[in-house]
């Protein structure tokens, strides 16, 4: 949108900016400046308009998104203008991610690049590295922790070697996915540093209070998001001799959004990681980043409108590059950000579907849909095509319980109940369960509990294998591609995580490092060992077993039109309380259809070809599994699902 007061001041400021860069009239920069400018104007006015000194911050931050452009290499600047020509490219069923720490699957980064291969060979083209920026040794959070955001922690290698990956993963046509963090930094930053010893400056990057007012204030209505071995949201700093807001960990320092130059300071470390290669950045606690007393300070209408400055400025100097909200919060919350419908109110192209990870593992323990079913029809539909759900089973962080209440009540259960039944069932108090799942974040105030564990250890193969159990360990694999072949089928990206395609158990070595002892989601942070790795070519093995269903899966998903997410899903309503069923279609020819029909028990259900029918028009006649390329079993009008199997059936 042109507006003549904004657009003044925006010649304004890039003639006294850099008058040669102006006059070499880069196109696509100055179209997608002009045409962010006003909406980037906008929501910097909002925030901070009511500051003296608002116009030199706005200059310093279109300085960042010029200097950034500027530096940006010629090759992603030539893929921005391809992306923006297919502004749905990210949509299509060929994009099969998996997330993974560097220093777990392959030591290093040139450990790394010589594994790449690896992804080849399962049909992976989206590659999550967690997050590798500098961190102190002890104090990390696992990475999240930040004590430099433009430097890679020596652990993994160089900028340079990283550089390297990105380029070698661009020419097998895959993507790199980042992480940048936003709500905090390490108490080792330089920020942090420069905040101890008194610089007014820095301290003010953070929320420091001289007394307990304020955030006494804060923590009547602030939950703890780790009661267990990090109570409470502020932090007294001696040398500092101030309160500082510490929501995760004390030494997790929050950033202060309110200040114009921690906007700023942010931006310039989203653009320079585009700039090395990312081509997707994962955004870190993005539901915390306003404060506001009288509040949980979480999903606040402020951080919206950051994020959608964020994604302004984004779109300026590297349109191509996609965010994605780490935002595992309710799903009414979850939606917002993607935004709404409108262009200009754009947040994140991408948000993990925490909703529907939970809800599978809900179906685990009870070995029925009710919940899942009764909570699906209930999620709201995301705004608009050009968004898309990350589908997961497993990722490097606990499960959480955050159903809604109203949900489990209509399913038929009492909500503590329920999550007490589902915190004994995965860590193998209920009678009869084989999970071997760790509380973690347990409250003693509530009562509250989430889950560490391995995809395979939660799922009960390493009770089957200690016990030698056969029959026990099939069922546990059938149970690992049952949902595995959910997040492939369901909408969206699905994001494997690194072990979970070879059956990795638990690692309990963490308990040897005193920096990770106190922390069991590192349980389920495996290193992986390339011997037993190689089991994937022995045919027979658990690894070849998985390793092979995995990968035929994602080929059949990537020849499948239907799996591309253009809200192109129905939910049917059956009345087995076994089954999760639901029909994908392809967008441009929705007669071509593929029914997807999954069995939680443990035994074989049916279900009547009349109630699919009376939904949506399909010939079971012809019907073949994707999977298997089998007919399914039919008898007089009723469809038989094996025990823990599912069905990609295709009448085509």
Known sequence: MYEETSHSLLNEILTELNPDFLKTDPQPFHTRLGGNFYSIYQLFHKFYGHRPDFRSQLKKLIAVLVAQYIARNESFKQSDLKREKDSNWFLNQQWVGMALYTDGFATDLTGLKSRLDYFQELGVNLVHLMPMMECPKKASDGGYAVSDF?????????????????????????????????????????????????????????????TRETPDAFEQSLPEIFPEHAPGNFTWNEPMQKWVMTVFNTYQWDLNYTNPAVFTEIVNVILFWANQGADILRLDAVAFLWKKIGTDSQNEEEAHLLLQMLKDCCQVTAPGVLFIAEAIVAPQEIIRYFGGNDVADKECEIAYNATFMALLWDSV?????????????????????????????????????????????????????????????????????????LPFGYN???????????????I???????????????????????????????????????????????????????AKADDNRWTHRPKIDWEIAERRKVAGTIESRLFSAFKKMVAVRKETKAFADLNNRDLLSISNPHLLVFMRYEHEHPENKVLIVANFDNSPQSVYLSEV?????????????????????IHHDVLVIPANKFYWLSAQ
């Open 150 to 210: 433009c430097e890679i922690d020596e652990r993994f290698g160089t900028l340079q070697e990283l550089r390297e990956v990105a380029q070698a993963l661009h020419q097998q046509e895959a993507l790199l996915t980042m992480d940048v963090v936003l709500n905090h930094t390490s108490d080792e930053h330089e920020w942090a540093q420069k905040a101890k010893q008194g610089d007014t400056t820095y301290q003010d990057y953070y929320y420091t209070f001289d």
């Open 365 to 437: 323990a009870t070995k029925n849909t009710r919940l899942l079913n009764q909570s699906l029809k209930n999620l709201p539909v995301k705004p608009k095509q050009t968004t898309t759900w990350l589908n997961y089973v497993r990722c490097h962080d606990d499960i959480g319980l955050g159903y809604n209440d109203n949900d489990i009540l209509e399913a038929g259960y009492d909500p503590h109940a329920h999550r007490s039944f589902l915190i004994d069932y995965f860590t193998g108090k209920f009678e009869g369960s084989d999970a071997r799942g």
């Open 444 to 458: 003693e105030k509530t009562g509250d509990s989430r889950i560490s564990g391995s995809l395979a250890s939660l």
């Open 460 to 514: 009960g193969l390493e009770t089957a294998l200690e016990a030698d159990d056969k029959v026990a360990i099939d069922r546990a694999l059938e149970k690992i591609l049952l949902l595995h072949g959910m997040i492939l089928s369901y909408g969206g990206i699905p994001l494997f995580y690194y072990g979970d395609e070879l059956g990795t158990l638990n690692d309990n070595s963490y308990l040897q490092d005193p």
């Open 613 to 633: 029918t009376q939904q949506s028009p399909f010939n079971f006649g012809e019907a073949r599994d994707l999977y298997t390329g089998e007919k399914p079993e």
